[in-house]
C-alpha cells in the first residue's frame, strides 16, 4: 500500500489566489512527521513545513500552511497569495516511527502547481 | 555559497561503466542521505550516513552501488556495470540530529546509453 498519496498530479491556480495540494498518508506508527517540499525546474528540493503527528495546532510558515486531519489521515498543504515562484513540483512525505531515529522520509509522487498571471 | 552541492550536475555515461557522484553537505550537518529520483516520482530512499558510519541503506541499493562517507564530511556514491536503469537523478541531503529538515542539493542527473 502507498504510504503517501498524491491524487492530484497537476494543479492551475491565479496569481495571488490560494490553493490546496492534497496529501493523505497511511501508517499505523502513533508517532510519525509529515514534511511538504518543492521542488521548482532547477531541480533542487526545498523543505517547506512540517508537521508532528503530536502537534496539536497546525503548522504555519509564512504562507505556507498545513491542513492536519489525524481522523482523516490527510495532510494538506495551503498556500495563500500565490506567486509566479509557486510554480513547481510539490511533494508531500512522511517520517514513521520516533524523531529520534534516522529521519528517512517517505514521498508520494508529486503535484505539479502552474500559477497563471 | 554554503548549501550542500554535489558533482557532477550530469553525468552521461555508456551501460557497464563506472560513475562516482559526490556530495558535500552543509559543513555542521552531521547527517547525509543519498536518494534516487526518476521520472514522475518522488525521491527514493537509498543510504543514510551518521558522521562517517553508514547507518541504513535500502534494497533498491543493489550490490553494484555502493557509498561511503569517510571522516564524516563529503560523501561518495558509485555505481559500478551502470545499467538502463539507473538512469535517474541522484540526490543528496544533509541534516542535524533532533532537526526533521533536511537541505537537499541540486542533484546529479545519470543517463546511461
Known amino acids: 500500500a502507498q504510504k503517501i498519496t498524491q491524487t492530484q498530479p497537476g494543479m492551475f491556480v491565479q496569481e495571488k489566489e490560494a490553493v490546496t495540494l492534497d496529501c493523505t498518508y497511511d501508517t499505523s506508527d502513533p508517532s510519525y512527521g509529515l514534511f511538504w517540499y518543492k521542488q521548482p525546474s532547477s531541480g533542487e528540493m526545498i523543505f517547506l513545513i512540517y508537521?508532528?503527528?503530536?502537534?496539536?495546532q497546525n503548522a504555519t510558515e509564512g504562507r505556507y500552511s498545513l491542513n492536519f486531519q489525524k481522523a482523516r489521515k490527510s495532510a494538506n498543504l495551503v498556500i495563500s497569495a500565490s506567486q509566479l515562484g509557486d510554480s513547481a513540483m510539490y511533494f508531500c512525505a512522511m517520517r514513521e516511527g520516533y524523531g529520534g531515529g534516522s529521519y528517512i522520509p517517505t514521498f508520494g509522487r508529486g503535484t505539479s502547481l502552474i500559477v497563471h498571471p | 555559497d554554503t548549501g550542500v552541492s554535489q558533482d557532477p550536475r550530469h553525468k552521461i555515461t555508456k551501460r557497464g561503466q563506472n560513475v562516482t557522484f559526490r556530495c558535500d553537505p552543509i559543513?555542521?550537518?552531521?547527517?547525509l542521505y543519498w536518494y534516487r529520483q526518476t521520472l514522475g516520482q518522488g525521491p527514493e530512499f537509498l543510504t543514510y550516513f551518521q558522521n562517517e558510519a553508514q547507518l541504513e541503506k535500502s534494497r533498491l541499493l543493489s550490490d553494484r552501488f555502493s557509498a561511503e562517507r569517510p571522516k564524516g564530511s563529503f560523501s561518495t556514491l558509485e555505481i559500478q556495470r551502470t545499467e538502463q536503469g539507473d538512469s535517474a537523478m541522484y540526490l543528496c541531503a544533509s541534516g542535524l540530529d533532533r532537526v526533521e529538515e533536511q537541505y537537499f542539493g541540486p542533484g546529479t542527473r545519470l543517463t546511461v546509453t
Open positions: 508537521q508532528g503527528s503530536y502537534d496539536q
Open positions: 559543513s555542521e550537518h552531521n547527517r
